[in-house]
């Protein structure tokens, strides 16, 4: 575990992880793509079955995906807003932080109102790159794909 990481309580390292995500996941909900993307870090990896089932590699392939996603969505009068709560934090032994939440879509169309799209359960790797948390690997499950 690096001197950095030792330094900072276990409550430092949950509060920055909750702060890495409240602006992780307001870019994604905003199609800032790019910037979503650079919230992952050069070769990360990301699978949610079975939409995404065989795992985008690398932080270009994530932003082409997200970019293209961004401008689907709009296109269609289509917003996503992802509420990720009951995070599990673990420290591990080098320095990296598991992170387990329980993610509700929300999915709003023009004209039509919100609802709930899906319950999620998401797995993350984060890394420190440069002093800040990024996701390494994520696998997302939804919960109606997993009973």
């Known amino acids: 575990m690096s001197a950095a990481v030792r330094e900072k309580t276990y409550e430092d390292i949950c509060a920055e992880v909750g702060r890495f ?3 992780h996941v307001q870019l994604m909900d905003e199609g800032r793509a790019e910037e979503a993307a650079d919230t992952f870090t050069e070769e990360a990896s990301m699978v949610s079955p079975p939409k995404i089932s065989t795992p985008i590699v690398g ?3 994530l932003a082409a995906g997200l970019r293209a996603n961004a401008d689907q969505l709009a296109a269609d009068g289509i917003r996503y807003r992802r509420c990720y709560s009951t ?3 673990e420290v591990r032994d080098d320095g990296s932080v ?3 939440s329980y993610v509700q879509v929300i999915r709003t169309e023009r004209d039509k109102g919100s609802y709930l799209h899906a319950m999620c359960v998401c ?3 984060l890394v420190r790159t440069d002093g800040e948390l ?3 690997e994520r696998v997302a499950i939804r919960d109606d794909d997993s009973i």
Do not use: Q, S
């Open 21 to 23: 995500y409240a602006r």
């Open 59 to 61: 932080r270009a392939a």
């Open 87 to 89: 995070i599990l934090v």
């Open 98 to 100: 598991f992170a387990r």
């Open 123 to 125: 797995e993350d790797v």
């Open 134 to 136: 990024k996701v390494a």
